[in-house]
């Protein structure tokens, strides 16, 4: 268990509200990522961030932004939700050993 | 860039020994990850590869050759319970060091 925390879990919202997701992590590691996945593409790395108030862009980052005030919260906002961005969203953070992320337990979010 | 071909989905039998393989290009590489993906749940860490040959974890081994852009994950003693999803994954030290994932074998353990 990494200490890894996200919430909501699950959320159903419409096209054209903003949403914000959090993942909160207790063990100070500096670099945190959020993820979606769908059927048919695996894990897509949308934002990522390696320290407070340091983003940057993933290969899917369109339609997403983040912002990271404290090291251990890790936000990701959809500004205007669209129902392209109906998936499975995990965060994840690296440790400082061999590089491997630890995932939290996602949250499932459907826009209608 | 970077692709990572694994295949989508596999069948075994219990007690038996599968191996799923993995096939990657990229340009920075730094490493090799497998992770176990369970249905609805979150991807967790089973071996990390950076230097060649084979890293055992009990009933879990993974190889890596990286001239041939090859891994593999083998599974010994098939139990149901490794009925799940496996994701191949590269860490690439081009640009931002961030893991690329394959879309991943869905294994299936059979009585």
């Known amino acids: 268990d990494a200490g890894i925390t996200q919430s909501p879990r699950h959320k159903v919202t419409e096209t054209g509200t903003p949403v914000t997701l959090r993942c909160h ?11 979606r996945q769908d059927p048919g593409h695996g894990l897509r790395l949308i934002h990522y961030s390696y ?3 340091d983003t940057d862009k993933g290969e899917v980052s369109d339609g997403y932004s983040v912002s990271r005030s404290k090291t251990e919260d890790f936000l990701l906002t959809l500004e205007s939700a669209t129902s392209s961005q109906t998936s499975v969203y995990f965060c994840a953070i690296r440790t400082g050993t061999a590089n491997e992320q630890f995932f939290g337990p996602g949250t499932r979010l459907t826009v209608l | 860039g970077q692709n990572i071909d694994q295949p989508t989905e596999m069948t075994a039998t219990e007690g038996a020994i599968v191996q799923i393989n993995c096939t ?9 990850f497998w992770y176990q993906q369970h249905a609805g749940e979150a991807p967790t860490f089973l071996s990390y590869n950076v230097l060649d040959g084979l890293e055992e974890k009990g009933r879990f081994s993974s190889f890596l050759s990286r001239s041939k852009g090859y891994s593999y994950l083998l599974l010994k003693e098939l139990q149901m319970k490794d009925s799940a999803s496996y994701l191949c994954a590269v860490f690439d030290q081009t640009g931002a060091n961030n893991l690329f994932f394959g879309t991943g074998t869905r294994l299936t353990v059979i009585p």
Do not use: A, D, P
């Open chain 1, 25 to 35: 992590q207790t063990e100070n590691h500096r670099y945190m990522y959020w993820y």
């Open chain 1, 51 to 53: 320290g407070v108030k």
């Open chain 2, 24 to 32: 990657y290009q990229t340009s920075g590489f730094n490493g090799l």
